[in-house]
């Protein structure tokens, strides 16, 4: 089917492009849709692919379970603790205050793309005018005739060819899966230390396995990433403290550089761009997926609302319409996304002794005052609605 027969053409079948075309088509079947993936048609060439743990929120949650997209191998995290190494102030957060059953979950990200791909093959069978191609690095797509693009293509920092509006924290993620001693079940720990946040989460292979993800400078990084085992759980250890015995084994290590890459206009005519291809995230909060599935849903709605009426209602005026429409729904959550993200990247990467004292006192603030601490958690599990 030529491109210029068709509604929509999705660019991208990462997480946020898989989703968008899910909802649009268990919305409105019919719908005129192409989807444009680089990834292989088979899913044992993903098997092995990309195992960082990623926090979904509980908010995440419920969007993904309306298309039965949820992996089946998650943790779910019933208590955060946050604290500085070696300075005052930490604050807990449970689920119990939040009256949820659980704060967040962590997925490993294949088993998210997995699970979405799964999704959307169910949904295909009943999705008449549905074309999923699967296409090489190279190809160059011939987008210009479909009535509406969905930019999807996400990315990550410094690997995007557009750099619009953002910030280079000049930081880098070490990740990996960490055996300890002693774990608390469900329980994530976010500890930031000189160089950048350190976080510790559960994960889905049982309570003393846990998903780690290491900010600092690029440098001490890719050292940590060469250092040996024994040399990188004793560095890792002399960072952390004790607070869940000892670190014993490390694996899966990966690096990833960070930083904040957004778009200031997220439609232009017919076009439009969601998930990391509109904003991409410092991973600090744990948002850049979540909000990317909030664009997804919304954007889906909006595009239903043209598409199912009769073909003479696809104007492009109609379809600027739509787009505007949702650029105008999605302001307030994407601002506050990125602006708490930005603001706790740069505050909790600085070593600037005003700044630190402050910190402590946010942590402490946020310890004894419950109503600013629920905000802010229902901030991250929510999103802006
Ligand atoms: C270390 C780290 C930790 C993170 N932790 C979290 C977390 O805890 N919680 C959270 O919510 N987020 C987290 N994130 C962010 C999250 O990974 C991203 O926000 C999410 O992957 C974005 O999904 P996406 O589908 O927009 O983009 P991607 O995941 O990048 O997928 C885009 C897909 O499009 C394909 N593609 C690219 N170009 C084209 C093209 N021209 N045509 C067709 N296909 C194309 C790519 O091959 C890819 O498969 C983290 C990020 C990092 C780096």
Not at 27 to 47: C, G, S, V
Not at 210 to 226: D, I, K, T
Not at 266 to 281: F, H, M, R, S
Request: net charge neutral; glycine share 8%; with cysteine.
């Amino acid at each position: 089917m030529s491109s210029s027969h068709r509604d929509i053409l999705i660019q991208g079948g990462g997480p946020v492009g898989l989703a968008c075309a899910a909802w649009c088509l268990q919305k409105y079947p019919e719908a005129k849709i192409t989807l444009l993936d680089r990834n292989p048609l088979d899913d044992a060439d993903l098997a092995a692919a990309d195992s960082r743990g990623i926090a979904l929120s509980h908010g995440s949650k419920i969007l993904l379970d309306t298309i039965h997209a949820w992996p089946s191998e998650c943790a779910d995290i019933h208590r955060v603790h946050v604290s500085q190494a070696g300075r005052f102030g930490r604050a807990l957060m449970t689920r119990e205050e939040l009256q949820q059953d659980a704060l967040g979950h962590i997925v490993r990200y294949r088993d998210i793309h997995l699970a979405l791909r799964q999704a959307l093959r169910v949904i295909q069978k009943t999705s008449p005018n549905f074309v999923w191609q699967h296409i090489q690095d190279d190809h160059e797509p011939s987008s210009n005739n479909a009535k509406c693009i969905v930019h999807a293509e996400g990315g990550l920092f410094k690997t995007q060819d557009w750099v619009e509006s953002g910030r280079d924290y000049g930081q880098s993620a070490l990740v990996g899966l960490v055996e300890v001693e002693n774990a608390a079940p469900h329980q994530a720990w976010e500890r930031f230390t000189a160089e950048g946040p350190l976080a510790v989460l559960p994960s889905h292979y049982g309570p003393n396995i846990l998903n780690l993800v290491w900010c600092g400078s690029p440098e001490s990084s890719q050292h940590r990433l060469q250092l040996n085992d024994a040399e990188f759980l004793a560095s890792l250890q002399n960072e952390f403290g004790s607070r869940i015995g000892r670190f014993l084994k490390i694996s899966d290590r990966r690096l990833y550089e960070l930083g904040l890459n957004y778009r200031k206009q997220i439609t232009k005519d017919n076009e439009v761009w969601i998930g990391n291809a509109a904003q991409t995230l410092h991973p600090v909060a744990g948002q850049g997926l979540n909000l990317g599935l909030r664009d997804a849903y919304l954007l889906a709605e909006k595009l239903v609302e043209v598409f199912a009426r009769p073909t003479e209602e696809h104007s492009l005026v109609n379809i600027q319409h739509a787009l505007e429409n949702y650029a105008q729904s999605r302001k307030v959550d994407r601002t506050a996304t990125i602006g708490l993200t930005d603001f706790m990247a740069r505050v909790f990467t600085s070593n600037l002794t005003p700044v630190v004292l402050a910190r402590g006192l946010a942590l402490s603030a946020l310890q004894w005052l419950p109503p600013v601490k629920t905000a802010l958690a229902r901030q991250m599990m929510f999103g802006r609605r």
